[in-house]
């Protein structure tokens, strides 16, 4: 289609909203903030015919998105078991905002979301696992990768890595004050967009840490 | 089975993991709280084959979870057309903290998550439809319903809202602090929770509210 270049995804028809096409971006850059924002996705595939949604862990990895799991877990044997890769969607939904409009039909949220459609593969490949598995990490904590254990062979081959290539994946962004409808301005409601904010707590140290190790500053700059 | 009570959903062959039984819980009263907590869950459903997994509002009345879009958007038409409703999926996550282990392997998330199996149903009465879109409205700010203009005949019938009866359904729960293996505790890094916090903003009213509408108690209270 005439909108694809080399700096966005090319829409299909499924990735292409029948209602608000205003609100779709196919933006590599902003397709890769999006997930880069995120850890956890909400991982959607079909099993014994109906559809399941499991809340995962996710990591991009350049134009890849993996995810992980125990080899023992259903999605997990499921994929692996699949030669073309079992069909899924992964989806990352960002709440920015509660739109509140003067009538109730109107109310909105304002967020930024992601549909990945694709089928997920595992890796078998030794070294694109390593380097899943410390994107999932880093994914979670920026820094905390080099700061803990690596896994060892035991704990790698408890651990099966999904990939789904980033190719039919659309974004989809509302922001802004309510759109109310012109005739509703007079009515006496409060009208506006409540901001959701995500923040961090102070980290809680586990009971048997030593005393003597201190928050790391990867943790101070969350 | 032998668990299942009144204030308990009955387990399924669908509804218990494979892994980390212990996380799973079928309490009503649990499932229910974590429902209303929520505003946004991840509804799954098949399309052309395909899992989608769509970001959308939801809202529960008694053992009714209610969700709603445009009588144009696919979803809603898939399912207004289907006499035994369509099979969906629907997952609500809450992400409590980031657990930091000593080792990647042990890394993870402190979370309370739902997943409710079952068929949603276009509603096609119109007391429950109010009632629904009435409680969708509450779920994002309690006490707004009755503080905005109710939605006129050509809104509702512009609307269609679906209901997913709350029978197969499970909660999944990790909480505290991180699970090293004994022989990691003597490792030099910082282990702990890091919490996740999701709190309101100051509202921003709408470039065209009436500035002698000041902000009200039910806002002020989030």
Redo the contacts between chains.
């Keep these: 289609m005439s909108d694809a270049t080399p700096d966005a995804y090319e829409p299909t028809e ?1 990735t292409v909203p ?2 608000s096409r205003e609100r779709a971006s196919y933006d590599r850059a902003l397709v890769h903030s999006l997930l880069d924002e995120a ?2 996705c ?14 995962t ?1 996710c990591a991009r990895v350049e134009d890849r998105v993996y995810v992980h799991g ?1 080899t ?3 999605p997990l044997r499921m994929a692996s078991g699949a030669e073309a890769g079992m ?5 990352v ?1 960002h ?1 920015d ?2 739109v ?6 109107h ?1 909105s ?1 304002n ?1 930024r ?1 992601l ?1 990945i ?1 694709g089928a997920a593969r595992q890796v078998t490949d030794r070294d694109e696992k390593l380097t899943a ?2 994107a ?2 880093e994914a ?2 920026p820094g ?2 080099r ?6 062979a035991r ?1 790698l081959a408890a ?1 099966a890595v999904l990939r789904i290539d980033l190719a039919e994946v659309s974004a989809k962004i509302r922001s802004g ?2 759109n ?1 409808d012109p005739e ?2 007079g ?24 005393p003597s ?4 500053e990867y ?1 101070r700059r ?1």
């Design positions: 499924r029948t209602r850890y956890v909400h991982l959607g595939f079909i099993r014994d015919g109906a559809p399941v949604v499991l809340p862990l125990s023992g877990s259903r069909p899924v969607c992964l989806t939904t709440v905002g509660l509140l409009a003067r009538s109730a039909f109310h949220l967020y979301s549909m459609h598995l410390d999932m990490v979670v904590v905390r990768a700061d803990s254990r690596p896994a060892d704990e651990t004050p309510p109310d509703d301005t009515l006496p409601y409060w009208t506006g967009v409540v901001p959701v904010v995500t923040s961090y707590g102070t980290p809680e140290p586990a009971p048997d840490l030593d190790i201190g928050i790391p943790l969350l």
